[in-house]
Nanobody, 125 residues
Framework: VQLQASGGGLVQAGDSLRLSCAAS????????MGWFRQAPGKEREFVSA????????LYADSVKGRFTISGDNAKNTVYLQMNSLKPEDTSVYYC???????????????????WGQGTQVTVSS
């Protein structure tokens, strides 16, 4: 599976961005797709995850109510709609994919087998 993340950019606080993660390979609907982010000097952190088959979603507390994850099985693509962006959302955002990830592990980066290259999101104040 290859993942291609896109959609990052430079925006002002309060603006919106939509990130996309396009996946190659078959059986896309069997995957759990996750978004993680890492700011300079900080550890990678979980942002959101989406189980394509059941449409279950999970969010970090810091983005709940502002970010929405969704998927399009026909396009093998997962989206992260980010609204009301804050300067603290500035990070490189990575998408990840894995099979058979249980709910309690969906926040853990080590549970995901495949990773995209990252896309930079910068939010100015």
């Amino acid at each position: 599976v290859q993942l291609q993340a896109s959609g990052g950019g430079l925006v002002q606080a309060g603006d919106s961005l939509r990130l996309s993660c396009a996946a190659s390979g078959r059986a896309f609907s069997n995957y759990v797709m996750g978004w993680f982010r890492q700011a300079p000097g900080k550890e990678r952190e979980f942002v959101s995850a989406f189980r394509l088959r059941s449409r279950n979603t999970l969010y970090a507390d810091s983005v709940k109510g502002r970010f929405t994850i969704s998927g399009d099985n026909a396009k093998n693509t997962v989206y992260l709609q980010m609204n009301s962006l804050k300067p603290e959302d500035t990070s490189v955002y990575y998408c990840a994919a894995g099979v058979g990830i249980i709910l309690s592990s969906m926040r853990l980066g080590r549970a995901y087998e495949y990773w995209g290259q990252g896309t930079q999101v910068t939010v100015s104040s």
